[in-house]
């Protein structure tokens, strides 16, 4: 589905939505196509008060991670809304920066799928999630970057 891509550069990733969730945990993307996109996020401020890595800082990073891959997969014309999404959680972190490696895992008309493998500074698996997204046409008015919608 690769024909189907609209260049995105990873500075309009990065840069364009400054008050979204992605960006107040600190999710940076640093590889980013409808195949694999690979994105960071600091441990710290995403904690639980135990002071480990909130499980829910895994999903956001893995969400966006994923929704970032199949909106450049679905094309400008085309939004991607997330409709379901499950995590494994192996290990937990308490420091450092996490690394998510989203993969495609199918990308046909209606709906794409992702495995995205989240690991620590040493490398060691922290969580492993799939998520699903559907792709809806665009509403008139809606720009890119960002055809993605949480729903």
């Known amino acids: 589905m690769t024909d189907r ?4 550069s990873l500075t309009e990733l990065n840069e364009a939505y400054p008050d979204t969730l992605a960006a107040r945990m600190g999710i940076r993307m640093t590889e980013a196509s409808p195949e ?6 600091p441990v710290e ?3 639980q008060p135990y002071g480990v890595l909130h499980g829910g800082a895994s999903c956001v990073l893995a969400e966006t991670l994923g929704s970032t891959g199949a ?4 094309g400008a014309e085309k939004v991607t809304v997330g409709i379901e999404i499950n995590a494994t959680h192996h290990r937990s972190a ?6 998510g490696v989203a993969t495609q895992l199918h990308a046909g008309r209606t709906l794409a799928a992702y495995e995205i493998v989240i690991t620590d500074d040493d490398g060691r698996r922290v969580c492993t999630a799939r998520l699903s997204c559907l792709y809806r046409d665009a509403v008139p008015g809606m720009g890119r970057p960002g055809a993605h919608q949480d729903g």
């Open 5 to 8: 891509v609209d260049p995105v």
């Open 36 to 41: 694999r996109v690979v994105g960071t996020m």
């Open 45 to 47: 401020g995403n904690t």
């Open 71 to 74: 909106a450049l997969a679905a």
């Open 94 to 99: 308490t420091a450092g920066q996490l690394t």
